[in-house]
C-alpha cells in the first residue's frame, strides 16, 4: 500500500487525523469496524497452491529487483515477469498493443518534482455472458526501490497482492466468471496511485462498462489470522456477498477503514481502488493493517506464513466469485 498511509499523506493532498488513538485501539474499539464471526473450521478445498504463491513472491522480492521502483531497472524487470506471467497465463492483451499501458507522470516530493515513465500490465478474460460488466481486479507491482543504498524488497507489499492477482487469474481461466474480468497490474501506486490514476484515464473499457474494482494490496502476514474488506461503507451492496464468504472462509474478515472524517484510519483513497472510487466505480479493497516490518527493509519473502498466505488469497477468491455472482442482482 502507498506510503501515504502515514508520513506521506500530504503528497496526496489528505490529512492524518487522530491516527495514533486509531491505531493503538483493538480492531474491536476502532469506529467503524465491525468484528466478524470466527472463521469457519472447514474452509472451502484449496484452490490456490501455498508454493507458487511464494515462488512469485520471492522472486519479485528478490535483489534482483532492487524494491522494484517505477522508472528504473528493478522496476522494467518486474514488470517483464508479471508480463510474461500474463502471456503464460493465456490472457489476452487488453490493448492493441499488448499487456502495457506506458504512461508519464510528474510527482512532487519534499527532493523536488521527478519526471516518471511507468508502465501498467492490463489482462483480460472473457466471461460467459457477453452483455455483462466488467470486473477490475488490480494489484501494484512497484514498490520503494533503494534507499540510502539499501534495497526494500516489499514482499508483502506488494509481490503478494501481485501473486494472489496471478493465482486468480489462473483459477478464472479454467473456471470463466459470468462477467468478462481485467487483471491489471498497476505501476506508481507508491507515487501517488499514478498507475491507477493512467488506467482510469485511458480505460480499455468504458468506465460505465466497469462493475466493480476488486484490488489487492498486503495480503500476506497477519498475526491474527484476518483480512480487511474496505469500501462496504460506500458501497453496502457489498457487504451481505462478504458476510457470507465468511462463513466458509478460513481467515477472519473485518470490515471498516473506509468512513470519512477517520484521518489515517480511511482507507478510501490509499491504494489503487482510490481512483477508481473518484471516477465512481464500486470497490472492495483487500489487504491487511500495518506491520512491523511496512515499508521497511526487513518486509521479506521469509516472514510470510505460507499458510496465511495461501488462506487469504482462497478467500479473496471466494468473495470475487460471490460477486460476480452478485452484481446483477444489486
Excluded at 526501490?145 to 479454467?174: C, E, F, M, T
Excluded at 497477519?222 to 451492496?237: M, S, V
Aim: include cysteine; hydrophobic fraction near 40%.
Amino acid at each position: 500500500m502507498s506510503s501515504s498511509r502515514w508520513p506521506r499523506l500530504r503528497e496526496l493532498g489528505l490529512v492524518a487525523i487522530g491516527s495514533a488513538c486509531l491505531w493503538g485501539a483493538t480492531p474491536l474499539e476502532r469506529p467503524g469496524i465491525a468484528a466478524q464471526a470466527a472463521p469457519a473450521a472447514q474452509a472451502t478445498e484449496s484452490r490456490v497452491s501455498a508454493d507458487e504463491l511464494m515462488r512469485v513472491v520471492g522472486e519479485l522480492a528478490s535483489p534482483r529487483y532492487e524494491g522494484r521502483q517505477t522508472g528504473t531497472p528493478g522496476g522494467r524487470a518486474a514488470r517483464a515477469f508479471v508480463r510474461d506471467a500474463f502471456a503464460g497465463l493465456g490472457l489476452d492483451p487488453a490493448g492493441t498493443s499488448g499487456f502495457e499501458q506506458p504512461f508519464q507522470f510528474t510527482h512532487a516530493s519534499g527532493r523536488g518534482r521527478t519526471e516518471y515513465a511507468g508502465a501498467n500490465l492490463v489482462g483480460a478474460m472473457k466471461g460467459t455472458t457477453a452483455t455483462a460488466r466488467t470486473i477490475v481486479m488490480t494489484a501494484h507491482y512497484d514498490h520503494l526501490g533503494v534507499r540510502n543504498g539499501q534495497a526494500y524488497p516489499g514482499a508483502d507489499d506488494n509481490a503478494s497482492g501481485v501473486a494472489a492477482l496471478l493465482a486468480i487469474a489462473r483459477y478464472v481461466k479454467a473456471h470463466p466468471l459470468r462477467h468478462p474480468v481485467l487483471f491489471v497490474a498497476l505501476d506508481a501506486e507508491e507515487l501517488g496511485l499514478a498507475g491507477a490514476k493512467a488506467f482510469i484515464a485511458n480505460s480499455p473499457r468504458p468506465i460505465g462498462d466497469l462493475a466493480l474494482n476488486v484490488n489487492v494490496d498486503m495480503v500476506s502476514r497477519n498475526d491474527r489470522n484476518e483480512i480487511y474488506a474496505a469500501g462496504t461503507h460506500h458501497y453496502p451492496w457489498v457487504r451481505p456477498v462478504i458476510e457470507d464468504v465468511q462463513r466458509r472462509a478460513a481467515v477472519s474478515i473485518r470490515f471498516g477503514h473506509d468512513r470519512p472524517g477517520t484521518g489515517a484510519d480511511d482507507w478510501t483513497l490509499l491504494s489503487d481502488h482510490g481512483a477508481f472510487h473518484q471516477a465512481g466505480v464500486p470497490f472492495v479493497y483487500c489487504g491487511v493493517e500495518d506491520h512491523a516490518d511496512y515499508h521497511k527493509p526487513t518486509d521479506t519473502a521469509d516472514r510470510i506464513d505460507p499458510a496465511f498466505f495461501r488462506r487469504t488469497v482462497e478467500t479473496v477468491l471466494e468473495a470475487v466469485i460471490a460477486l460476480d455472482e452478485a452484481i446483477e442482482r444489486r
